[in-house]
């Protein structure tokens, strides 16, 4: 296997993704080709021990930032990380791409250079999403601001086989946001996708509220990208501010402070249930071949975790699963239809 | 002043309902007009001191529940506290209505019975919503899941003029909910709110993002009422879970069981922070005539609380500065297609 890393994107990058990138090939045992500044790519990698072979670099000079924007980046930055690295994915120099740069324009670069699984009319942005009880995944976490039902019904499809496939959920249950449980409830878009989910072959639970989001109830929770990106900042906005509280209370005086010294090994057990260094990335679901976007602020184990994650994407052949599923359901469909 | 109470709304009517009232008689001096039952409301009212005049019953047997479809129950339940009650504000028996009942009937009812404020196009649902800088104003928390760009800048109008005269905000600011800070950010609805919202008279400070809502970036949060209701529960479901992780690390030994016990005040006081039952209830925006949700499971404190806020409603002359308000952007919108 060997798997195609933008070593330009991202807050750390290049020295923290390149640290992450030795880590993974000693630890995984797998082969790497990096794009980026070569000669800064090489002064980072003399710094470590791994076996030679296992990294290679391909050259690319330019680098596409935050401040670019996505669409016209990828149409003009033919010589930045991203773009080669894309292209080079499109070409098959590598099973899969890795990339903590511009969410953006990995999205738009996915699109139109990798392009897109037949039968999925829209790529999502997903989020891992730690829960009270474990791991879901929010899918669309940013992509699509105006969805349409069969959108949603297919990021049904893709994060259903995504859990079941990677992180190992048997029969994952699919859950689409909505302001109440009630199958009448909700705007048109909602409405109407519930009806196609639950003619679907997926383990659709229903509407699911805001409250119960954190609390785990579905292993997929399904949203357009409008409202799944307000799920995701909002709930990093509601852990930043309960913890500023805590934080707040634990050092108004001197008992509170004791009181937080001796719960200090807990809180930190806790923290890092809710850290996203130990989950890595989150997959790009919808094109042709898999792609996972690390967090923009990884450092080396984050970005190892993301390219951990980006092997289980390859190794479970989520890609092809995705297209076996899309054609049971459509011939689910057309039975129904009949 | 007279407030019209729907004295069998909410989990814990009338027993809790009728003590929230009388603390209210004698804590504000005003005048109440109880609606339901008529024995089962003397029977409670029997246990309490206060000035015998100030509290006055209007019969009505039926009750709406939560399990009624709201609107259906507006026009069939004729003889129900909330319609009674409703009936009597726009019959001016009263300067404002309260109820801890079902909220889609309260808004239905609102809109039949009162009737909207002219050049108002929807009623919207409000939450008083906790931040780490204090009260913010969530409009709407869940009544038109659908919208209009108008809508959303009509909201941003009535939301701002409750802050400023109820909660005492001077000068409020207004953000818009978005998936980004960037004016071309967000979905069609959004993007065309933007433009009028920017040349209305508000204190619009622009997009806010999921991610700062919880810091108190914006006194007034602009949704429609899918987003909205999704922030708002997704906001409790996030509390509820925080605080679930951090009782389990307090439990987990005896050193976190101790730190925990030193730590007890302080949480305490942070509790109380979030506690619905302080803010006691949210505004009914877009009607004729004030009208307050009380929360559906509010206890005597909560309720009472709840009519303080309606007291502040009717005093502020909240309605008359929303008419006059919406006169002004009218007059600004005309000069700008000048």
């Known amino acids: 296997m060997r798997i195609i890393v933008d070593a330009m994107g991202g807050d750390n990058a290049p020295i923290e993704i390149v640290k992450g990138c030795v880590e993974a090939v000693n630890e995984y045992g797998i082969k790497l080709l990096l794009i980026g500044k070569i000669d800064i790519i090489q002064v980072e990698l003399k710094k470590y021990n791994y076996p030679l072979g296992d990294i290679e670099i ?29 292209k080079a994915l499109a070409e098959g120099l590598g099973d899969g791409f890795i990339s903590a740069g511009s969410t953006g324009a990995l999205l738009a670069g996915g699109l139109f250079i990798v392009k897109r699984i037949p039968g999925i009319d829209r790529a999502a942005l997903t989020s891992v999403y730690p829960t009270t009880k474990g791991l879901s995944l929010l899918v669309d976490a940013g992509a699509n601001v105006d969805c349409k039902p069969e959108y949603l019904s297919q990021f049904g499809v893709m994060g259903s086989v995504y859990m079941e496939k ?39 639970i229903g509407n699911i509220e ?8 579905a292993d997929v929770i399904l949203a357009d990208g409008f409202v799944g ?7 990093e906005g509601m852990a930043i501010s309960i913890f500023s509280h805590l934080k ?17 090994p807990k809180l930190k057990e806790m923290k890092k249930i809710m850290d996203y260094r130990e ?41 092809k699963t ?17």
Do not use: C, W
Request: charged residues 25%; without cysteine.
């Open 322 to 338: 995705i297209t076996d599923s899309l054609g049971e359901q459509m011939e689910n469909q057309e039975d129904i239809e009949e």
């Open 229 to 235: 990106n307000v799920i995701l900042k909002l709930t």
């Open 279 to 319: 989950i890595g990335g989150a997959p790009l679901l919808g094109t042709r071949m898999p792609i996972v976007k690390a967090h923009g602020s990884s450092d080396s184990l984050a970005f190892k975790n993301g390219i951990r994650q980006l092997i289980s994407f390859i190794e479970k052949e989520v890609i």
């Open 166 to 204: 990677v992180m190992k959920k048997t029969n994952p249950t699919v859950g689409l946001v909505n302001i109440g449980t009630e199958e009448e409830k909700g705007n048109q878009l909602v409405k109407e996708a519930y009806k196609m989910l639950k003619n679907s072959n997926l383990n659709f």
């Open 248 to 264: 707040e209370a634990f050092m108004s005086n001197t008992q509170s402070k004791l009181g937080a010294m001796l719960l200090k």
């Open 58 to 86: 391909l050259d690319a000079q330019d680098i596409i930032t935050n401040d670019d924007e996505p669409a016209n980046a990828i149409r003009r930055k033919k010589d930045s990380s991203m773009v080669v690295g894309l």
């Open 210 to 217: 805001g409250r119960t989001i954190p609390l785990g109830e």
